[in-house]
């Protein structure tokens, strides 16, 4: 579990305090002692938490996850990001239906590739600044249920008509409002006939439509243009169009043109940005 206080970044383990991650060992039955430990340290350096690093391994039981969550919904002090990895799917469940604390941002890394998705489609905290997945338990209820201004969801289980129903939610305002950047990389091809239904998406030239995103400048040429109810703009840079230069690219016309005039347009990576 990471410890910040300025410049220096500690990890504590059990009873002692290190510098940096090493061969994590088993957890004492009895974590008193490490919250008693930990609100010391933080009360002697007047320090909160940076990240809370989750590594759930069997080292750790669902009993002692529980109490840590517990203990961590108690404490005063300010959590700004959680990290986990990797996750059993139930210990992921418990986290997710237990933790109670708003946080900026949340990363879940996995390398299951089990199709299963986890029993949690309404969180009882708040991610202000984004959520990352690198694992396929992420279901569309969960993604309705983030509204943070980020999301990256890698190795995910979404069919094109899950893309198709969380694109048209968003375009009546329903869900994801907040959202400015949205990156899903799918397991398997989708069919972009089927995630664009009835959405009015629009293949834009990248010869000549370009439009500047986020700081520093990067510059969208062409894209799929979908208009929201309220008047916004979601563009699907599936094609890697975005770049720090202004000029258009001789790949990035014919990637256009294989997509126009393609019958079976395949994509499997999505980054959407908003506007």
Known sequence: MYVR???IELIFERDRFQVRRRKVHPIDPDIYSFF????HFMDVFNCGFEM????????????????MIDWLNGMKTEI?????EPAPILMLEIFMNRFQRNIESLEVEDDNLNCEYINSNCLNFEIKNSFSSYSVWFNLDFLFSLDC????????NLTAEDLNV?????QEGKTNQKLKQIEILTVGERDMKKVLKD?????MDPRTTKLKFGEPDIWIHGGIHIRGNDGRLAVIDNYQFSTGNEKV???????????RDSEDWLESWFHICFF
């Open 5 to 7: 206080k300025d410049d």
């Open 36 to 39: 008693k430990a930990t609100e």
């Open 52 to 67: 809370i690093y989750l590594e759930m391994k069997p080292q750790i039981t669902n009993d002692q996850l529980i109490m």
């Open 80 to 84: 700004r990001k959680v990290y986990i």
């Open 149 to 156: 201004e980020q999301i990256a969801m890698y190795k995910s």
């Open 166 to 170: 969380f694109l048209r939610n968003w």
């Open 199 to 203: 959405c009015g998406g629009e293949l």
């Open 249 to 259: 690219s001789e790949e990035q016309v014919r990637k256009y043109l294989s997509a």
